[in-house]
């Protein structure tokens, strides 16, 4: 299966912590970025966070800066978002997405996303 799956989403409070899992196929893993993108209803997707299959390089959007840290699993083909401090604007649906040329990508593959939902 080419397309990553997300996991982890729920509904949380504000100021608590939830960490997403997103698992990938090998062919799409090594020698790629994999990143995190969100899209908050109304609004267009936007990128949160992006990692490159050694984890030496990483980025983030400034809105999650501090509060937001991605890592990966090069055994499990598995990239993890951990989240914290949430607050209600981080509500969205997350997805993973693989294959990535650069931090922003393109990216080939998408998964079909995740809900996190942030109460006040």
Do not use: H
Not at 10 to 32: E, I, K, P, W
């Amino acid at each position: 299966q080419v397309q990553p799956v997300e996991s982890g989403g729920g509904l949380v409070q504000a100021g608590d912590s939830l960490t997403l899992s997103c698992a990938a196929s090998g062919r799409t893993f090594r020698g790629y970025f994999m990143g995190w993108f969100r899209q908050a209803p109304g609004k267009e997707r936007e990128f949160v966070a992006a990692i490159y299959w050694r984890g030496d390089s990483t980025a983030y959007a400034d809105s999650v800066k501090g509060r937001f840290t991605i890592s990966r699993d090069n055994a499990k083909n598995t990239v993890y978002l951990q989240m914290k401090s949430l607050k209600p604007e981080d509500t969205a649906v997350y997805y993973c997405a693989t294959g990535g040329a650069g931090t922003r990508g393109p990216y080939d593959y998408w998964g079909q996303g995740t809900q996190v939902t942030v109460s006040s």
